[in-house]
Nanobody
């Protein structure tokens, strides 16, 4: 079992920045990749960014160049630095920890609202 706790969401103006954190606990040795997903009202959940145990990263086209995923192994924490935020980035952001191709754990989600 892996437990994930997200933090850092909130209200930010367009072009602003926000940093999300996801702290993992439990069977963290089993995690091979962690990622951030988001779900906007009426839309499907989508991958935003992902980082593997070896440090490889990938991003959704819509956030490339604006968002950066990173991790602090000592703190078992993954971050999502979001810059140049747009109203269309508004969504609930979820942290995910993948332990296999078919099994992953989810955090409770944190709301990000980009609005003036």
């Amino acid at each position: 079992q892996v437990q994930l706790v997200e933090s850092g969401g909130g209200l930010v103006q367009p072009a602003g920045s926000l940093k999300l954190s996801c702290a993992a606990s439990g069977s963290i040795f089993s995690i091979y990749a962690m990622g951030w997903y988001r779900q906007a009202p009426g839309k499907e959940r989508e991958l935003v960014a992902r980082i593997t145990r070896t440090g490889n990263t990938n991003y959704a086209d819509s956030v490339t160049g604006r968002f950066t995923i990173s991790r602090d192994n000592a703190k078992n924490t993954v971050y999502l630095q979001m810059t140049s935020l747009k109203p269309e980035d508004t969504a609930v952001y979820y942290c995910n920890a993948a332990v296999s191709a078919t099994l992953g754990y989810w955090g409770q989600g944190t709301q990000v609202t980009v609005s003036s």
